[in-house]
């Protein structure tokens, strides 16, 4: 097996887009304008359908991250769901724009900029490698393990009074317990039915999932204080290390827990549901 990428340092792998957030700014997604929401929207949908389309097995987080972005645009325009909402969509941007960057890098052949994590996770779709529920927790963990403690240090966690922004963060837990069941559902109806009824790998079911990924965002928000407590930049650049080693192990987890075992499992069915039941 081919050896991992050396790893580079934290500040070199963020996608290329003004994190530093401006309600004045032009730039609608600085600015943190409920378009720049739309924005991203349009363009999951336009990744997601030819991935629906073919039956890909990347479409299973692909329309999670999708219908996980509509819910959040209705959060957004509701009034007092947010204490800060500007600044939480322009997060909503920055952290899509980690997702866009990995696949982008990936698709393109460009491994060492991406992730291990998120290696882990596009090749096992690539491969039809592992179950519904193993492609959704791969990008799960891929995107809130790894890149979410990245996007909040960077974008910041304190606001200009001095107040955290860790509020607003927990109502982000709020808006995705909207999110959870109707997802699996739509999943199970259009990829994998296993996923309706699968545990997940760690022996409980969805609503386990839904505290799983909420000890999750609680973590990725005490790594980042880390990062943006760290003293110097071979002290950011460990605490790092420490981000890309824990969602890389996690992923492996996830591959071993999920992984088809011909004869006995395998994608066949999966891939034949899915193109008789519309994944398009």
Known sequence: MAADPPFV??????????????????????AGRISCVDKTVKEME???????????????????????????RDTAETTGFYQDPAFVNHEDAAFAAM????????????????PPAWRIALDAGKNRQVSGT?????????????????????????APDGSSRKPDHDKIDAMLNQVVEPLI?????????????????????????MQALLLWRESAWREAEQLAMAPD??????????IEDNAEANA?????????????TSTAGRDSYCAANGGG
Not at 99 to 113: P, Q
Not at 149 to 156: N, Q, S, T, W
Not at 186 to 207: C, H, I, K, L, N
Not at 233 to 242: K, L, M, N, S, T
């Open 46 to 72: 336009k990744r997601f359908d030819p991935l629906a389309a073919s039956c890909s097995h990347a479409a299973v987080f692909a329309l999670a991250y999708l219908r996980t972005t509509q819910t959040y």
């Open 134 to 158: 193993g492609d959704l927790l791969l990008g799960m963990n891929a995107h809130v393990n790894r890149d979410l403690p990245f996007v909040l240090a960077e974008i910041g966690l304190v």
């Open 185 to 209: 559902a739509e999943e199970a109806a259009r990829f994998d039915p296993q996923m309706a009824t699968a545990p997940t790998p760690y022996g409980v079911g969805y609503t386990g999932l």
């Open 99 to 114: 997702y866009f960057s990995a696949y982008g890098d990936w698709a393109a052949g460009r491994v060492s900029r991406v």
């Open 9 to 30: 340092g934290w500040t070199s792998v963020l996608p290329s887009i003004d994190w530093q957030f401006s309600a004045d700014s032009a730039d609608e997604c600085v």
């Open 233 to 242: 930049e071979a002290a950011r650049d460990r605490v790092a290390q420490g």
């Open 252 to 264: 492996k987890a996830i591959v071993a827990a999920t992984t088809y075992l011909p004869p006995l």
